[in-house]
T-cell receptor
Framework: DTEVTQTPKHLVMGMTNKKSLKCEQH?????MYWYKQKAKKPPELMFV???????INESVPSRFSPECPNSSLLNLHLHALQPEDSALYLC??????????????FGPGTRLTVT | AQTVTQSQPEMSVQEAETVTLSCTYD???????LFWYKQPPSRQMILVIR??????QNATENRFSVNFQKAAKSFSLKISDSQLGDTAMYFC??????????????FGQGTTLQVKP
């Protein structure tokens, strides 16, 4: 099973709302990633968790707050977002991070619209 | 720093024909991995093919094959017998095999491929 699931599929939120995106994998992977993708652009890395610890934060604004409650689950908490944060948010996982030979498996994404 | 360049923003091909997508990269690393990912419209990004830099043999996966030219830093994707389901955005990506930032994917800007009936 090479599946990464993400919920919700679509999310519309106002600039004052608080919402969360959820990602789950049951492949036993120990690395999980959040990416942001604008239309017709490549994904941009936001965060990397390795063994449930935050390994990389690509200078993401604090209105995005990641959380890794366990090795299978990754959340992205959203607060006070701006319209320019509207994008497709992709979650990915790999067996590990930092060994270079670990393919990343992507989820279907959450399409976020900030109004 | 590594960079990945896909010089063809859009391409089209007739069904059943062959098409080649170009990718060049720049790195001073000697050991790394290269990938082609496919992202169909409104669908999940999936890995098409991967190549280890230390392997001279070009990777193949069914109708998909690569032409890996390490000295030229070129990594093109050939799709044979194109099918309508191959319509997608294709991303070339680079990953270091050791040292700092190992595991981080560096993507090209993507090539949108349309397969016409």
């Amino acid at each position: 099973d090479t599946e990464v699931t993400q919920t919700p599929k679509h999310l519309v939120m106002g600039m004052t709302n608080k919402k969360s995106l959820k990602c789950e994998q049951h492949m036993g992977h120990r690395a999980m990633y959040w990416y942001k993708q604008k239309a017709k652009k490549p994904p941009e890395l936001m965060f990397v968790y390795s063994y449930e610890k935050l390994s990389i934060n690509e200078s993401v604004p604090s209105r995005f707050s990641p959380e890794c409650p366990n090795s299978s689950l990754l959340n992205l908490h959203l607060h006070a977002l701006q319209p320019e944060d509207s994008a497709l948010y992709l979650c990915a996982s790999s067996q590990s991070y930092g060994t270079g030979d670990r393919e990343q498996y992507f989820g279907p994404g959450t399409r976020l619209t900030v109004t | 720093a590594q960079t990945v360049t896909q010089s063809q923003p859009e391409m089209s091909v007739q069904e059943a024909e062959t098409v080649t997508l170009s990718c060049t990269y720049d790195t001073s690393e000697s050991n790394y991995y290269l990938f082609w990912y496919k992202q169909p419209p409104s669908r999940q990004m999936i890995l098409v093919i991967r190549q280890e830099a230390y392997k001279q043999q070009n990777a193949t996966e069914n109708r998909f094959s690569v032409n890996f030219q390490k000295a030229a830093k070129s990594f093109s994707l050939k799709i044979s017998d194109s099918q309508l389901g191959d319509t997608a955005m294709y991303f070339c990506a680079f990953m270091k095999a050791g040292g700092s930032n190992t595991g981080k994917l560096i993507f090209g800007q993507g090539t949108t491929l349309q397969v016409k009936p």
